[in-house]
């Protein structure tokens, strides 16, 4: 028993000095990939020598102490210390390893590799000589201590290099509250794209863990991109090589955040897709977005205003603020149990200041005050200036001169602030420099130059200054036409409803999937049906204009509707849709959302569905609807058959299909793969799609097998 002791004290001590010796020469030191296997080894040992020891220390200080003499007792605290010294060496010598592989800050896992080699060190010096420290009573405990200590400081600082920093003490300290941004106020990378990253990316792309040596804390680092390149290039055709990564499927490889870790949602891919696909600008508002542009329209989901904030202040009696109101003085709440209020004046005429003065009995609660057009002089400003919870103050058009606008300079809360039309000056504007969350100011109409307003600017770096815009030469673009058809699927003929909302504007189309131009393609009238797989393209033209882009829609006929079907082979269960009725229940899928439950993939096995008619039908074409998103390795089948006859067992071939495979990367698509053959009976019909089975070599994921993935099929 003795002598394999020895051996496995020798080997422990030969461990330390590769450990040194790995130590002092570390910089000249190249590991091979064999031993980097070892090296990720690293986090499952070291569980080893924390437990050991950590069950040795109370076994020397309480059961050994008790039962000093026992020699059994002694046998197990002198097993237990050599083991703890020999995993707690090895796990050192994995983690200098691993430490040598691309990712890790050289600065962050300094004390972290010192203090775990040292660990190891002292584990050995204390088997060593264990008699003479367990004889001193004093050492035993400071050596214990010691060690205790050096076990929990060298798991926090692994801990917050594998999981971010102060893991360890997150749960008991006071919780980072993240200040609320009001939509005004918001910035689309700051306030939408950045906390996504940090949930979500931070964790293995910090400057303490960089995956791929890719860091994403800073707008630099982001841009600087990793190993494999830039992250993303509005200019390709699947946006770069994030949104490839993200759209791939979970269990793909390649796939990130990697399984294991939280999951983007629908909407946080979206808003990724929708700020690279804008260009990925650091700095653009959300409020400068347009109305319908995708990020706005969840950015209203996201961020309150100023009329929907939440605010603390007690809201102002009913019968006093229905007795403010008049025929030319509106007073009401923002929004539906807001005690915010908002008064708006009306007709120039019949204004008097005394009608603001009155305002003051709710001057905590109005937050949004209209002034615009109303006959409102500089000394007015000291009234206005009492309502100390205001947001937004409308001065347009009225007769101050500015010589009283540091009166405003009390309103703290105050975010916009329209002064256009007015003869306010720069260093008016100026005196208004304390007001810290002031972000929009309106100034178009006023006598102010260039000059000053790049002053102000200069002077004012965090408010907007509002100017309008001048450009009577610039030849604007038009907006595609909206497709006003919410039916796809076409089971009685069905009228085109194309419109546009310029007037004047000329829609030409076409019904073949060409793109249509202002010559030969027809112009839409509303007599214009659909009977049967129509791909419809439209575009908008009119003089002095720049034509719009192309508007795509595609409907789908389906003339019999199976009464059942089932998978002969099964879906893959992260997209089995809602089992194999997904692909007869009439509901398409989005060609941007494949993990919306509307689709069916197919990666293991084969697509085998079989369609079952109660009575026979008489068919002629067979269109399968399927999604194809190169990035995502969602591709076209390799072969599409459709199989009929009215015996299960007894099937004949219809019709079979090579679809073109396609040869670059492009965005995602939706694609109907029609097969037509001669006339048959039948009250079965099987469709058979095969995936691809090795991805071509131009492909990210080349080797990886494909998918396929539909959503309909439909009968004719």
């Not at 998103?629 to 099937?651: C, F, Q």
């Amino acid at each position: 028993m003795q002598r394999t002791r020895n051996i496995i004290f020798n080997i422990c001590f030969t461990i330390n000095c590769l450990l040194v010796f790995f130590l002092i020469f570390q910089s000249r030191i190249a590991i091979p990939s064999w031993l980097q296997v070892m090296g990720r080894m690293h986090t499952l040992l070291l569980h080893f020598p924390i437990t050991l020891l950590v069950l040795y220390i109370f076994w020397t200080l309480v059961v050994d102490k008790k039962n000093n003499t026992n020699e059994l007792v002694k046998n197990i605290g002198n097993w237990l210390l050599l083991v703890s010294a020999f995993t707690a060496a090895f796990a050192a010598l994995m983690g200098l390893f691993l430490s040598k592989e691309d990712g890790y800050d050289a600065d962050a896992l300094q004390w972290h590799k010192w203090s775990g080699i040292s660990i190891a060190i002292i584990t050995s010096l204390w088997y060593a000589y264990k008699e003479k420290i367990k004889n001193s009573k004093g050492l035993n405990t400071s050596v214990a201590v010691i060690s205790l200590a050096a076990i929990i400081f060298t798991g926090h600082q692994g801990a917050e290099i594998s999981h971010g920093q102060n893991y360890l003490l997150a749960p008991v300290l006071p919780e980072k509250q993240e200040q609320k941004v009001l939509m005004e106020n918001a910035i689309v990378y700051a306030n939408m794209v950045q906390p996504i990253l940090k949930t979500k990316c931070y964790s293995c792309h910090n400057t303490s863990k960089a995956k791929g040596q890719l860091v994403m804390e800073t707008e630099e680092l982001l841009l600087k991109g990793g190993k494999n390149g830039k992250l993303w290039d509005s200019t390709a055709a699947d946006y770069g090589l994030l949104l490839s990564r993200l759209h791939l499927p979970v269990d793909a490889k390649k796939h990130m955040p990697p399984t294991g870790k939280p999951q983007l949602t629908e909407q946080e891919t979206q808003i990724l897709y929708s700020w690279i696909k804008a260009g990925a600008n650091f700095k653009t508002k959300v409020i400068d977005l347009a109305a319908t542009d995708t990020l706005r329209l969840i950015a209203n989901a996201i961020f309150n205003t100023i009329e929907t904030d939440d605010y603390d202040f007690a809201a102002a009696d009913e019968k006093k603020v229905k007795n403010l109101n008049t025929n030319y003085r509106n007073v009401a709440p923002l929004a539906k149990t807001s005690p915010a209020l908002g008064a708006e004046f009306f007709s120039a005429q019949s204004y008097l200041s005394e009608q603001l003065k009155e305002l003051l009995t709710v001057k905590e609660q109005v937050v949004s005050l209209s002034l615009n057009k109303m006959p409102v002089k500089d000394e007015e400003l000291k009234t206005i200036s009492q309502f100390s919870n205001l947001r937004k103050l409308n001065l347009s058009f009225t007769n101050i001169t500015g010589t009283t606008l540091n009166e405003l300079s009390k309103l703290k809360e105050l975010r916009q602030l329209s002064l256009s039309g007015t003869i306010v000056k720069k260093d008016d504007i100026l005196k208004l420099s304390s007001l810290k969350k002031l972000s929009h100011l309106f100034i178009w109409n006023t006598a102010l130059t260039e000059t000053d307003i790049a002053a102000l600017k200069n002077a004012m770096k965090d408010i907007a200054f509002e100017k309008g815009f001048k450009g009577d030469t610039t030849i604007l673009k038009l907006n595609a036409p909206i497709l006003l058809n919410e039916e796809q699927i076409i089971n009685t003929p069905i009228t085109l409803k194309l419109k546009h909302y310029i007037n004047g504007v000329s829609i030409r189309y076409t019904l073949d999937g060409t793109e249509p131009d202002s010559i030969t393609s027809k112009e839409f009238s509303n007599d214009i049906m659909l009977t049967q797989n129509t791909t419809v393209k439209a575009k908008a033209f009119k003089k002095g204009w720049l034509s719009s882009a192309v508007m795509e829609g595609y409907f789908f006929s389906s003339k019999y509707k199976p009464d059942s079907v089932v998978n002969l082979l099964p879906a893959d269960e992260q997209y089995k849709g809602d089992g194999a009725k997904t692909l007869i229940d009439l509901v398409k899928g989005e060609a941007n959302n494949f993990k919306s439950g509307k689709w069916l993939g197919f990666k293991k096995n084969k697509m085998e569905s079989l369609l079952l008619f109660n009575a026979p039908v008489n068919v002629k074409s067979v269109t399968l609807s399927a999604l194809i998103d190169i990035g995502g390795y969602i591709m076209p089948p390799v072969t599409i058959e459709v199989w009929g006859g009215n015996e299960a067992r007894h099937l004949k071939l219809l019709r079979l299909v090579t679809p073109e495979q396609p040869t670059v990367i492009q965005p995602g698509y939706l694609k109907a793969f029609q097969l037509s053959f001669k006339p048959a009976t039948v009250k079965y019909l099987k469709i058979v799609a095969v995936p691809v089975s090795k991805l071509p070599a131009w492909h990210p994921g080349k080797g990886d097998k494909g998918w396929v993935f539909a959503d309909e099929v439909f009968v004719n």
